[in-house]
């Protein structure tokens, strides 16, 4: 069983900045790959990043340059550092993790840029 918080979400003007976190919890493979989902109102849920155990990152061309995902050496902490924040960025983010086809996801957190 697999546990994924997120935390970090909130409120900022366009150009501004957020960090989210994700932390995960319980029967981990070392060799997993985790990633930031979102879902904004009306749309389907979409990918926005990834990052496998060994580094290898991957991001939508929406976010590239803007946003960077990374995670903590121990590798059950996942970051999203999201710069220059657009309103089109408003959305739940939601935290994946994926190891050996089992797929686990967080509950959510909201980010909202406007003003």
């Known amino acids: ?6 935390s970090g979400g909130g409120v900022r003007q366009p150009g501004g ?7 995960a919890s ?20 979409e ?15 929406s976010v590239k340059g803007r946003f ?10 996942m970051y999203l550092r999201m710069n220059d924040l657009k309103p089109e960025d408003t959305a739940v983010y939601y935290c994946h993790l994926e190891t050996g086809g089992m797929h686990s996801w967080g509950k959510g957190t909201l980010v909202t840029v406007s003003g």
Not at 1 to 6: G, I, M, S, T
Not at 28 to 33: E, L, P, R, V
Not at 68 to 77: L, M, V, Y
């Open 68 to 77: 960077t995902i990374s995670r903590d050496n121990a590798g059950n902490t």
């Open 26 to 45: 319980g029967s981990i493979s070392s060799d997993n790959t985790m990633g930031w989902y979102r879902q904004a109102p009306g749309k389907p849920r």
């Open 1 to 6: 069983q697999v546990e994924l918080v997120e």
């Open 17 to 23: 900045s957020l960090r989210l976190s994700c932390a």
């Open 47 to 61: 990918f926005v990043a990834s990052i496998a155990s060994d580094g290898t990152t991957n991001y939508v061309g």
